[in-house]
């Protein structure tokens, strides 16, 4: 058990914080003995448990500060001296307990990460009982964390963002995802502003001084993390219905920004109705009101007061290019999703929060892909999440999608993008591939219905995986849910005459050149592999359930070639020798699905950075590639670019390894063009990004950078002028070579807009200069007092991710590390380290621990943030130097031009 934290006491009014130490206050002689605090080590004690909630709020945006009242009903279930619950960064004015028909006064404490003790002056029975608080804490005006307000054209307006630990600098709580139980909420706003709420208002009373009471209805169970709440002078825009119940839809939007969201109107309702077929339940809230919040990192599945960044939402008409509708409908999709896993059924702590976030990531291909099959939507995501959760499980530091959260720390860090979302949903893909598509979605409405409005844990999840599929197929998926890192299988074939041929297989841990990570590890993984000759083919699946594993093949002859991943969907990294490889390669075109290509040119990478394969004979393969028709065949092999370093090479390779790119995908991108021409469907302008993108930013191809010189010149001078699907990535390869004009034009532009969407992506172009002095120019944005480093983050990821700019950039990073994430919430903390995963040397790496090590032990979220992007930094570095001759050796032999067409 922990040794207890110093306390701080206080007769009346406390002021609870996050501080680690704190020192009694000197006893009243006439008050009553108070026992010694004793906060719990993280989660609350269960004795003490919320049945309901009745909240009071006074918000008045323009204010500092904020005050409130919350009475609690609770079940106690062992005598008590002292309830601990949290409130943190707040002043209790009041604490009181009524048990047992008597009324307690009571003594708040603080303990450190914002836990709040009510220490009582008799023991409390058990039964049930009510906590009477009253408080008042700051208005966040800096982080976008628990309250905060954000000012529009001179105006503020009131937000909440809560998940997972901020809901206490809100209001006192017991803030935990397990305790799920309703909420009723009251506010005193003004009465010429907008109060909203997760559900519906039932009354509105005037009050003097120009104020307004308004009582929201009774909601039903939720945690703590989920309440939400808007106040500000909003405009509320009538959307109609949405759902089988006919839900109303409204969108809560700046004063004067109703006319941007006719896009989000019009395909909000298909959403929610796609989501609703798919667990054949109809939406389970009264009304669904879009809070449109001012910034993307705001974007959270509260019930019935769902919260969509501006990014996203705000579409001015005519700009509703095909990027900015996928990403709408792919949020909102996602959003929406975890009102069914996430709010109807909810992690009982945080280290289940995959529960919310994997299953969510996963049913976005599901609704999203029938929103707009021309899209490839599902396809798209399942085969990116798969590979940025295999990279991510290349570190020796990763962690589990089903992490430890036994500190603090561990619970800001369970929302990890590579796990908890991508690894998560690309695990699921193999399992339903395994099981077939109605079995996982009826085990999955199951799921839903048992666990309707209450709490559930892995060991919940892997019982009705179980009850449906088996225990061998729940025990495989616990192999991978609980494991950090991601399999290797590799397979000899053994052919002999007369007999079945047989594949021998083996597993490992897959480790990348580089890596202190022990191959000695093992999964129980479901397999299915293609082997065949010709156009001809079989597929065979089975469980590999040790190191080793023997399967026969279909058919009497031996195969001249085995995929050993067939569909694609294994979460595993096939090992392949040269010559099986080639084998495979030599297949035609048609005997492997989009999936099995774009599968086993991820491989091929894996084997890339294994040292398998040679990088000089992988890029051999390119060029093929570039010649697919599949748009992301052609991405991913253009993937495989990324191992190349040019600021390495020589000035006469550095040209010539960019005219090898610029020849393989110049000609594409220059018959498409910059603009989309009369008749282009989605198909055809979800090309022209990635072709472009390669040929002009990569390839530096003179015919493009021309003209997307021209096209920003001509939308400088008039927006309607350019189509707006060419004017981001335009503006991105005009500033490549830009001069002091240009940036300043795009810095007066950026003063002059009140638009955040349009002010991040004129800050995505300033990330993007190459001068030194303009770099410098733009990174001093960044610290300034003018902008919003909330708004200006784009700048130091886009010259910290390119080489050209790296150097400038980490030097800044150094000199104003401190400065940057005292203004931050540590999620954006762990961003900010991330970054420096970029680097790619070992004196780098050296420098990187011996600066942010000693800062971030000191703060939230930091450290694993830290680990993994020193290992990051080194792997990068071996690659680099392991493939540097190959890559060498390949340019003196590669092509000027190329057929790619």
Not at 722 to 731: C, D, R, S, T, W
Not at 854 to 864: G, H, I
Request: glycine fraction near 6%.
């Amino acid at each position: 058990m922990r040794s207890l934290l110093p306390l701080l006491l206080a007769a009346a009014v406390i002021r609870c914080a996050h501080a680690p130490e704190a020192t009694p206050a000197a006893p009243v002689a006439t008050a009553p003995e108070w026992p010694e605090p004793q906060p719990p080590a993280l989660r609350l004690p269960e004795s003490v448990r919320p049945t309901r909630y009745a909240l009071d709020l006074k918000l008045l945006p323009a204010e500092p500060t904020f005050s409130g009242s919350v009475s609690i009903d609770v079940e106690v279930s062992e005598a008590a001296r002292q309830i601990w619950l949290h409130g943190q960064d707040m002043e209790i004015s009041q604490a009181r307990v009524e048990a047992g028909g008597r009324t307690l006064e009571a003594r708040a404490v603080t303990a450190s990460e914002g836990r709040l003790g009510l220490l009582l002056p008799e023991t409390v029975q058990p039964g049930k009982a009510r906590i009477h608080l009253a408080f008042t804490g700051k208005v966040d005006r800096e982080r976008s964390q628990g309250l905060y307000a954000v000012e529009e054209d001179g105006e503020p307006y009131l937000y909440t963002f809560f998940e997972p630990v901020d809901a206490r600098r809100a209001f006192p709580c017991f803030d935990e995802p397990g305790f799920k139980v309703p909420w009723t909420l009251r506010i005193t706003a003004k009465e010429e502003h907008v109060a909203l709420a997760n559900h519906p208002i039932v009354s509105r009373e005037k009050l003097p001084d120009g104020l307004a009471r308004v009582t929201f209805a009774e909601s039903k169970p939720m945690p703590s993390y989920l309440v939400a709440f808007v106040v500000g002078p909003f405009d509320i825009v009538d959307a109609g219905t949405a759902g089988r119940n006919a839900a109303p839809l409204r969108f809560i939007v700046p004063r004067g920004r109703g006319a941007e969201t006719a896009y989000a109107a019009s395909v909000t309702p298909r959403i929610v109705s796609l989501i609703e077929d798919y667990f054949d339940m109809p939406y389970p809230y009264e009304k669904l009101d879009v809070a449109v919040v001012p910034r993307y990192w705001g974007t959270m599945e509260h019930p019935g007061l769902v919260a969509l960044g501006q990014p996203l939402t705000l579409i001015r008409p005519g700009e509703e290019t095909l990027a900015r509708r996928k990403w709408y409908v792919n949020i909102a999709n996602h959003e929406l999703g975890h009102y069914w896993f996430g709010n109807i059924v909810t992690c009982n702590w945080w280290d289940d929060i995959w529960l919310n976030e994997s299953l969510t990531s996963w049913l976005d291909r599901k609704t999203v892909d029938p929103f707009d099959t021309s899209w490839g939507f599902g396809l798209e995501q399942s085969v990116q999440s798969a590979s940025f959760a295999l990279e991510t499980d290349t570190l020796a530091a990763t962690l589990p999608v089903r992490k430890p959260a036994t500190t603090h720390d561990e619970v800001l860090g369970a929302f990890d993008n590579g796990t908890t979302y991508a690894k998560g949903s690309a695990i699921l893909d193999m399992f339903e591939a395994w099981l077939g598509e109605e079995r996982m979605r009826d085990l999955l409405r199951g799921h839903i219905k048992k666990n309707e409005w209450g709490v559930t844990t892995s060991e919940d999840f892997a019982a009705t995986l179980s009850a449906a599929a088996g225990p061998d197929v729940a025990r495989a998926f616990r192999s991978f849910i609980d494991q950090a890192g991601a399999p290797r299988v590799a397979a000899e074939l053994q052919c002999q005459p007369g007999a079945p041929a047989k594949l021998k297989f083996t597993q490992e841990r897959y480790v990348p050149a580089g890596s202190t990570a022990s191959k000695d590890q093992t999964w129980t993984i479901p397999v299915c592999v293609r082997a065949g000759s010709g156009n001809t083919s079989e597929r065979t699946c089975t469980m590999l359930t040790g190191a080793t594993h023997e399967l026969e093949l279909p058919g009497k002859s031996c195969p001249s070639w085995v995929l050993l991943n067939a569909g694609g969907t294994g979460y595993y990294r096939s090992g392949y020798t040269p010559q099986q490889l080639s084998r495979v390669l030599a297949a035609p075109e048609r005997a492997l699905t989009v999936r099995e290509h774009l599968t086993l040119l991820s491989d091929m990478e894996a084997g890339v950075r294994r040292g398998d394969l040679p990088l000089g004979e992988v890029l051999r393969h390119v060029p093929t590639t570039a010649r697919a028709e599949h748009r992301l065949i052609r991405q991913r092999g253009a993937s495989l670019l990324g191992f190349v370093h040019p600021e390495r090479l020589s000035d006469d390779e550095r040209a010539r390894y960019r005219k090898w790119v610029a020849a393989m995908y110049g000609p594409r991108a220059r018959a498409l063009g910059w603009e989309p021409r009369p008749g282009d469907d989605d198909a055809v302008k979800a090309q022209r990004p990635g072709l472009l993108s390669l040929a002009a930013l990569r390839g530096e191809d003179p015919v493009l950078v021309r003209e997307a010189n021209r096209l920003v010149k001509a939308w400088l001078a008039d927006r309607k002028a350019v189509h707006p699907e060419a004017v981001p990535l335009a503006l991105v390869v005009a500033a490549r070579n830009g001069d002091k004009a240009f940036f300043d034009t795009l810095v007066a532009r950026a003063r002059a807009t009140e638009d955040r969407t349009e002010r991040s992506r004129i800050f995505t172009t300033l990330g993007a200069f190459r001068d030194p002095a303009l770099v410098r120019e733009a990174l001093a944005l960044v610290t300034g007092s003018e902008f919003d480093v909330r708004d200006t983050w784009p700048i130091l990821t886009g010259f910290i991710t390119v080489a050209q700019t790296r150097a400038l950039a980490w030097a800044f990073l150094q000199e104003h590390f401190d400065a940057l994430a005292s203004r931050m919430r540590p999620d954006e903390v762990a961003g900010l380290i991330g970054l420096v995963g970029t680097l790619c040397d070992d004196t780098s790496a050296a420098e990187a621990e011996a600066f942010l090590g000693p800062r971030a032990a000191k703060l939230d979220n930091a450290p694993q943030a830290l680990t993994e992007a020193l290992e990051s930094i080194r792997l990068c570095a071996a690659s680099a130097s392991m493939n540097a001759q190959s890559v060498r050796d390949f340019l003196k032999k590669a092509p000027a031009t190329s057929s790619a067409r």
